[in-house]
């Protein structure tokens, strides 16, 4: 699956150590496979859950997904 990152998603994910940001990377291209649950209240979103972090993404097309936030969970759904 292809993906492509908002400037906020690609300035959190940059600011994380290696680990971290491989950990998210290969969970991305993973998807449709992993923890994805629809948000409630914005359809056509969706969460992916990578430990302690939240993803929000929406599917643009069959192969390609767009990556909206990258944040950890307390933060992620203020303002969704």
Do not use: C
């Amino acid at each position: 699956m292809r993906a492509s990152y908002s400037k906020q998603a690609e300035k959190i994910l940059d600011k994380q150590d290696a680990a971290t940001q491989q950990r998210i990377r290969k969970a991305v291209g993973k998807i449709p496979a992993g923890d994805i649950v629809p948000l409630k209240g914005a359809p056509g979103n969706f969460r992916l859950r990578v430990g302690d972090w939240r993803i929000l993404f929406s599917y643009v097309g069959t192969d390609k997904v767009h990556i909206k936030t990258i944040a950890s969970r307390g933060e992620v759904y203020k303002g969704v």
